[in-house]
């Protein structure tokens, strides 16, 4: 029987301890505050914007919530980011991913102030963290360091397989994995012998947002699982990148989907908004 990693407990207490450094923090005269645009209406963006802004409510922070029709140009997206950039209330400014296809993702990335880019998504912040002096996390593999750490999981040494090459996922999951020690390596859509490399992994992370794509016969035993995928499956139900129920007796610890690494995301990003609020005190 594998140790269920459960991003809800995990979750919930580092929430706990942001939601008092929030208190803290309104009393010294500074209230975090995020900004989380959403264009368009595809439905599980939606649902994380939606979450996003209840968690920001439910510590204590303030929260702006843009959501932007369809046919919103390039122009009025980056003149909203500009505004946002220059506000004071504002510490954190986020834009959900994927846009719709006629605005330029780059260059809306681009505008969002490095100080402000809770995502870790604007080159310079990513930058930072290839070479490990970061303020900003990289939120989902930050959000996972998190869970293994508290799981008393440590990759000094390990070999973690991570597949997924994505700029919010896999690379940034590979470069905390190699800052953790760990010997790294990515798979992606083109890795020959992709099951015998996973088979090696003492630590697999799955993010390739196929239902069910990490089978029994990829895993070593006693390997720790980690999952990133939110997929439905044929019944419409939800469902992780991992074959849970045929995977999970396998290892010796995993991540349930829900209730896993999603979580943990959000309270990453909340954790980011909380520092970009301390550091404008700063400066
Ligand atoms: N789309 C999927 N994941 C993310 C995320 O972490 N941040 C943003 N901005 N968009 C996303």
Redesign the pocket.
């Known amino acids: 029987m594998a140790e269920i990693i459960s991003g809800k407990v995990i979750s919930a207490a580092v929430k706990e301890r942001i939601a008092k450094e929030v208190e803290a923090l309104k009393q010294e005269g500074t209230t975090p505050g995020l900004a989380v645009i959403i264009v368009g209406s595809d439905p599980a963006?939606q649902v994380?914007v939606g979450s996003k802004e209840r968690t920001c409510i439910e510590l204590g922070m303030y929260s702006e919530k843009y959501e932007l029709p369809e046919t919103t140009t390039n122009e009025e997206l980056l003149s909203l980011i500009d505004r946002l950039n220059k506000d004071d209330k504002i510490h954190g400014i986020?834009?959900?991913?994927?846009l719709p296809r006629h605005l330029d993702e780059g260059k809306v990335i681009a505008a969002i102030s490095p100080e402000k880019d809770v995502?870790a998504?604007h080159v310079q912040n990513v930058g930072r963290i290839m070479l490990g002096d970061y303020d900003f996390l990289p939120?989902?593999p930050a959000g996972i360091m998190e869970m293994l750490k508290y799981s008393n999981i440590n990759p000094e040494g390990k070999h973690c397989v991570v597949i997924g090459r994505s700029n919010?996922v896999g690379k940034p999951m590979a470069m905390l994995m190699l800052h953790a020690n760990a010997t790294v390596t990515i798979c992606h859509s083109r890795t020959k012998n992709l099951k015998e490399i996973c088979k090696e992994a003492d630590i697999l992370v799955a993010s390739v947002g196929k239902s069910k794509f990490v089978t029994a016969d990829m895993v070593k035993p006693g390997a720790v699982v980690i999952d990133v995928g939110i997929n439905r499956d044929q019944n419409g139900k939800l469902s992780g990148d991992v074959d849970y129920e045929n995977v999970e007796p396998l290892c010796s610890a995993i991540t349930p989907v829900p209730g896993g690494v999603g979580p943990m995301?959000i309270a990453m990003?909340m954790q980011n908004t909380l520092t970009s609020a301390k550091r404008s005190k700063i400066n």
């Open positions: 963006s994380y986020l834009c959900q991913l994927p995502d998504f939120c989902t919010i995301t990003l």
